[in-house]
Structures are given as structure tokens and as C-alpha cells.
């Protein structure tokens, strides 16, 4: 079940929102708000999973405050307003759904989060910590990989760029991708594209040709796009 919280400063707006959220079985509302300073008191004090958000609204907008957000949950952007699609898009929500929504696209928009939610929590998924850390060679020293750390993986050639959660730079080594790829396997990490590795946990939104991991966007070619959805129990639209 996914704890839902909506925000709109709109009365009328609001209660159809609630009665689209009551609808869906998987998911329960937990409280609204008028405003991004009340959502920001909620999400002080309540566990929110999926947030269902309008964008122009006193004081502060929507984007602003999902901006402000440290650790955001997933957000779905129902707005009367097109214009602000590719910076919410940016921000990594789920969906943008456009005023009126019908009932038919609010119900693909909760699936998309349900899915990512499920991804997330998905227990069969082995942790990257079950796995053991490594060194590698980096200018003339061992560098130790702690598996955990690792955030996805781009092969170049003889050598790798090891991207790590805890870093702003990649560990750059001499070593096959292959090599690299044996000791990241499935299903903890999932292949995307011939040259990419991904940390199936860190996954954080899916799109057509592509995973973000926070803002990187990871390239997913076609080849390798059944078996993801495999790895990510993620049925195709």
C-alpha cells in the first residue's frame, strides 16, 4: 500500500483528487494540503510514498517546493499548466498530468509509481551489500569498491569508470568490462546497454530509452530492454 499525500490549493480541485486516490486499491490517502508550507509540515511528521502535487500555488509553487525537498517521495504533477512539463521532468517526477485528468490517465500515471514503488521495495532484489567489495587499480594504487557504493557502470574500451553514490568523479580502472560485470551480477545490477551496468536498487525513475539514477540518465538500448523489465518485474505498456 503507498501512503499518498495531495496538494492543491484549489477546494474543488482537492476533492477530486481524494476521490481518484480513494479509487485506486493500492492506494491510501494519508492527508491534503492547501499549500506547500502545510505539505511541508505533513512530511515532517507522516511516512509519504507518493505525492500528488499542483504546481501554481501561493507563497510558494509546486516546483519550488519540491526543489526544497532533501529526499523527495515519488511525485506526480497534476497541473492546469503544460508549460512547466520538461522542468518537471527534470525533477525526476513520475508523471505530468494535465487538468481535467481523466480517470483512465490518473489510473496509468499510479500504475507507473506503483510499479517504481514495488521496484524499490522489492524484496527478491539482492541488496549490493550481499556482495563482496573489491580493489582496483587506479594510478599505481589498490583503490578499494565497496560494492554498496556503486551507482552504475560505463565501459570504455580496456578500461571502466566506476561511478560511486559517495563520489562527484568516477574511479576510472584499467579492466574489462566483462571482469568488471562478473563481480556486479544479477540481479543486483542490471545490463542496460552494451557498454552500461546499473545498480537495479538505485534506480530511482524509468523512461523510454533510458534509467535515471538521481539526475544521470543511464541509456537503455532495445537489446537489453526485455531482459530489464525481467530483472525490474516491470510489465511493458
Not at 505533513?42 to 517546493?65: A, K, T, V
Not at 504533477?77 to 481535467?100: I, S, W
Not at 584499467?174 to 546499473?198: C, D, G, N, Q
Request: net charge negative; aromatic share 8%.
Amino acid at each position: 500500500m503507498m501512503r499518498c499525500l495531495a496538494v492543491d490549493d484549489e477546494k474543488l480541485v482537492l476533492d477530486l483528487l481524494v476521490d481518484n486516490i480513494r479509487q485506486v486499491p493500492y492506494l491510501t490517502l494519508v492527508k491534503t494540503a492547501r499549500n506547500a508550507m502545510e505539505a511541508i509540515e505533513i512530511l515532517q511528521n507522516e511516512h509519504i510514498d507518493l505525492l500528488f502535487l499542483d504546481i501554481q500555488m501561493p507563497r510558494l509553487s509546486g516546483l519550488q517546493f519540491l526543489k526544497s525537498l532533501p529526499d523527495p517521495p515519488l511525485v506526480i504533477l497534476v497541473t492546469a499548466y503544460d508549460k512547466y512539463a520538461l522542468e518537471g521532468f527534470e525533477l525526476n517526477v513520475v508523471d505530468y498530468l494535465l487538468k481535467p485528468v481523466s480517470m483512465e490517465r490518473f489510473l496509468k500515471a499510479c500504475n507507473r509509481a506503483h510499479e517504481l514503488f514495488e521496484l524499490k521495495h522489492k524484496t527478491s532484489v539482492a541488496a549490493p551489500a550481499t556482495l563482496p567489495d573489491f580493489f582496483v587499480n587506479v594510478e599505481y594504487a589498490l583503490v578499494k569498491i565497496v560494492v554498496a557504493d556503486v551507482a552504475w557502470v560505463e565501459g570504455l574500451k580496456d578500461y571502466v569508470k566506476i561511478y560511486l553514490s559517495s563520489a562527484d568523479k568516477p574511479v576510472i580502472t584499467r579492466m574489462t568490462f566483462k571482469a568488471l560485470e562478473e563481480k556486479l551480477p544479477e540481479p543486483a545490477f542490471a545490463r542496460t546497454h552494451k557498454s552500461y551496468l546499473a545498480a537495479v536498487q538505485k534506480i530511482t525513475a524509468i523512461k523510454r530509452d533510458f534509467v535515471m539514477i538521481g539526475a544521470a540518465e543511464i541509456p537503455v538500448s532495445e537489446h537489453y530492454k526485455d531482459n530489464l523489465r525481467k530483472i525490474l518485474n516491470i510489465t511493458p505498456d
